[in-house]
C-alpha cells in the first residue's frame, strides 16, 4: 500500500501539472502503471456477431446501394469495446462483403493485406493479381499488400464473405496508400489454378526464392483440400488445448501466408472439450461447420455456423463442441512472433486464469 499523500501536496503537483501541460508534458508517475501493466488490459471486449440474426441487414445493403458506388459493399463487424474506429481488434479489422449476381466490386490496390473466408452463397470469384479464383464456402482467399484485387458474381445468388485486413496495424504505422485501377476488372493473364500448380502442388519454379516474410503466391487455400486434410489428421491424437489445430503456411517459407496475419483452422469432435489457453494475439474465431460453446474469459458465446466471434489478448479460451465443429481463425500472431511480444500459456483444467 502506497501512503495517504497529504491534500496541500497534491493541490501543488496538481498546479504543477498544469504547468507543464502547456509545454505538452505530463508526469510518468500518474500513468506508469496503465503504460505498464503487469498483464495485457485489452480495450477490446468478447463479442458474437450470429449471423442468423445479421445476415438479413447484409442482405438489406444489397438493396439500398450497388456493388460500384459502395466500391465494397461491406458491414463492417466492429468491436462494441473499440466503436467508430472500424476494428475488430486493436490491430485488425472484420466485415461482412456482399456481391449481387452480375455486380463487379472495382480493381484497386492497397498497402493493407486482406483475407477472405467465403460464408454464403455460390458463383462469385476474386482476381488477385491477374488471376481469377471461383469462391466456394470455407475457402480462405488472400489478397496480399499491393497487389490488384477485384471481385465479380457471375452466378445467380448474393454471395456473402469475411473480410480480414490489417487496416488498424496499417493505420497505426501511419502506412495506408491505395490505388485505384484503371479498368474495373482485371485484364485476365492466367489461367484459374496457375499460382496453385506453379507455387502449392510441393514445388516451386526452379529460380523462386522468397524471403522469409514474404507472402505467398497461393492466395486460395480451398476448403475441399483443408477439409480433407483435417479429417486424416483427425484419426490421429488429439491436442488437450486446440482439438485438431493446423496454421496455414506459404508453402515456399513455412511463414504464416501473409507477413501481418496469421490463419488457422481446427477441428474439435463432437462433444470435445478443450483446456483452457490462453495467448497475446486477439483472435478472430469463425465457425465454418458444426455448433458449441466458447467460453472467452467468463463469456459464454454460443455459436453456430457461419458466426464470428473475437478472442481479446489474454482472456482464456475454452472451447465445447456440440457437433464435430471446424473453426477457421485470424490474428496478428505472426507479427507479435517477429516482434518478440508473442506469449501463450497451457492451463490446466482447475486454471482459470
Ligand atoms: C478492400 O479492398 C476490400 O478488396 C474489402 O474486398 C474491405 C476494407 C477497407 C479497405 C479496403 C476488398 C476493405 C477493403
Redesign the pocket.
Known amino acids: 500500500m502506497k501512503a495517504e499523500v497529504p491534500e496541500m501536496v497534491r493541490a501543488e503537483r496538481r498546479q504543477y501539472y498544469d504547468q507543464i501541460n502547456r509545454f505538452s508534458m505530463t508526469p510518468l508517475w500518474e500513468v506508469l502503471g496503465r503504460l505498464v501493466p503487469r498483464q495485457p488490459t485489452p480495450a477490446i471486449t468478447p463479442v458474437l456477431w450470429k449471423y442468423a440474426d445479421v445476415r438479413e441487414h447484409v442482405m438489406q445493403a444489397g438493396r439500398l446501394i450497388s456493388a460500384e458506388e459502395a466500391?465494397?459493399r461491406?458491414l463492417?463487424l466492429e468491436n462494441p469495446g473499440l466503436r467508430g474506429n472500424?476494428s475488430v481488434t486493436q490491430t485488425l479489422?472484420a466485415?461482412l462483403?456482399l456481391i449481387m449476381p452480375g455486380e463487379v466490386?472495382p480493381a484497386?490496390r492497397?498497402t493493407?493485406s486482406?483475407l477472405?473466408l467465403v460464408l454464403d452463397g455460390e458463383g462469385a470469384y476474386?482476381a488477385v493479381d491477374g488471376e481469377r479464383t471461383t469462391m466456394r464456402r470455407g475457402d480462405f482467399i488472400i489478397?496480399p499488400a499491393w497487389t490488384w484485387?477485384?471481385?465479380g458474381n457471375l452466378g445467380q445468388e448474393p454471395v456473402v464473405w469475411l473480410?480480414g485486413?490489417d487496416?488498424p496495424l496499417a493505420r497505426f504505422f501511419d502506412t495506408g496508400f491505395?490505388e485505384p485501377g484503371v479498368a474495373h476488372s482485371q485484364g485476365v493473364t492466367r489461367p484459374e489454378g496457375d499460382a496453385m500448380a506453379r507455387y502449392g502442388s510441393n514445388m516451386v519454379p526452379v529460380d523462386f526464392h522468397q524471403q522469409a516474410s514474404a507472402p505467398t503466391k497461393v492466395f486460395v487455400y480451398p476448403f475441399a483440400q483443408t477439409r480433407s486434410a483435417l479429417k486424416t489428421i483427425a484419426l490421429g491424437d488429439i491436442d488437450a488445448h486446440h482439438g485438431y489445430k493446423q496454421r496455414f503456411v506459404n508453402p515456399a517459407t513455412g511463414a504464416s501466408p501473409m507477413p501481418t496475419m496469421g490463419a488457422f483452422i481446427q477441428l474439435l469432435p463432437a462433444g470435445f472439450e478443450s483446456l483452457p489457453y490462453r495467448s497475446t494475439d486477439a483472435t478472430v474465431y469463425v465457425c465454418l461447420e458444426g455448433e458449441g460453446e466458447a467460453l472467452v474469459g467468463d463469456q459464454l458465446l454460443k455459436f453456430q455456423e457461419n458466426d464470428v466471434f473475437v478472442l481479446p489478448s489474454w482472456y482464456t479460451l475454452q472451447l465445447r463442441a456440440g457437433r464435430e465443429t471446424i473453426l477457421f481463425s485470424y490474428s496478428d500472431r505472426p507479427v507479435q512472433q517477429a516482434i518478440g511480444f508473442w506469449r501463450e500459456e497451457r492451463l490446466q483444467a482447475h486454471q482459470q486464469a
Open positions: 466500391e465494397r461491406v463492417i472500424s479489422y466485415g462483403q466490386a484497386h492497397h493493407q486482406a477472405r476474386t489478397t484485387h477485384d471481385h473480410d485486413l487496416i491505395a
